[in-house]
């Protein structure tokens, strides 16, 4: 496997690579079996599989955890070994932000909402860097967890917008035997929060069965989905939404193709699950 650090020798790369069929994983690294699901998917469809990680300070608001995001270099490094990675593309800030950078690139309706409103400059942060990284790497498949629902959307909306030549692959959300969706974040929850923590899953599967029962009244799948969180009094709900799947609109009725999508907030640590559920048709 190779470790390249500099852009430049990135450009090299890529340019000795033009007849590969590239798979790209971006991720902020302390892999887990999460990121290494999307590694598998994209060794199995490209010739060449890059893999970069980059805690991007671009996408943490003001008070959030950048400084103490978990870095475990030595272990990322052989994960990706193991996993069969080919390149790893591992930046420094002042590599990718110098101090003359200037350039934000949005995606304004799908990035206002829901997280979006709770950390107002995060998908900006977020569509910078992969843009950065989609021009550099240049995949013919970029591969993306369902885990973060939104994420997703918004980065296929800019992959359409500016007409960037890549497909982009939804890999399903790994879980916890208990269904915690696996997240780095997940380290910095106490014994106690981490066994509230998997009242989230409960609760949108709570709203999926409602919707198989035939319930069309997003009020009241909602409120079924709170009644399983407001047992625990540690945990507070951001959001709880029942939304069309593409646009991220809040729903009245179910209708089509529906993302159950929640934020909470346990201690300070955020975390974010979804689940994606079709209508049932009408007889
Ligand atoms: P991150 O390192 O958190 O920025 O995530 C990098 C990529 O891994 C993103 O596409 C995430 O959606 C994906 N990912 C994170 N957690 C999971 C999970 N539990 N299951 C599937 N994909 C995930």
């Known amino acids: 496997m190779h470790i390249i650090k500099s852009i430049r020798g990135l450009q090299a790369w890529r340019r000795k690579h033009e007849n590969h069929k590239i798979g790209f994983v971006p991720t902020m690294g302390a892999l887990h079996e999460g990121h290494l ?24 608001g ?11 270099v030595k272990s990322d490094q052989q994960l990706c070994r193991d996993a069969g990675v080919d390149l790893l593309f591992w930046p420094s800030s002042q590599e990718f932000y110098p101090q003359d950078f200037q350039t934000l690139v949005k995606v304004h309706r799908l990035s206002q909402r829901w ?6 400059t995060h998908f900006e942060g977020v569509t910078t860097v992969v843009t950065k990284l989609l021009c550099l790497v240049r995949p013919d498949r970029c591969y993306l967890g369902q885990k973060d629902y939104q994420q997703l959307l918004v980065i296929k909306q800019l992959v359409q917008d500016l007409n960037i030549d890549t497909t982009i692959v939804r890999c399903p959300t790994i879980r916890e035997a208990d269904g915690l ?3 780095s974040r997940n380290r910095y929850l106490s ?24 319930a069309t009244n997003v009020w ?23 939304c069309d799947a593409k646009s991220l609109d809040q729903l009245s009725q179910v209708k089509g193709e529906v993302v159950l999508m929640g934020a909470i907030q346990i201690g300070n640590v955020h975390l974010i699950d979804n689940i994606l559920v079709k209508a049932l048709k009408k007889s």
């Open 220 to 242: 009241a799948i909602q409120s079924r989905m709170q009644k399983v969180l407001k047992k625990y009094p540690g945990i507070k709900i951001e959001y709880l939404a029942v």
């Open 191 to 214: 014994a106690n929060q981490r066994i509230q923590a998997t009242s989230l899953f409960t609760a949108l599967q709570q709203g999926v069965q409602a919707i198989k029962q035939g």
């Open 62 to 72: 003001p008070g959030e955890d950048l400084s103490r995001y978990p870095r475990p």
């Open 115 to 120: 997280e979006g409103e709770a950390r107002p």
């Open 37 to 60: 699901s999307l590694i598998r998917h994209a060794c199995k469809h490209c010739s060449t599989v890059v893999v970069s990680i980059f805690v991007n300070p671009l996408q943490f």
């Open 181 to 183: 969706a696996l997240s």
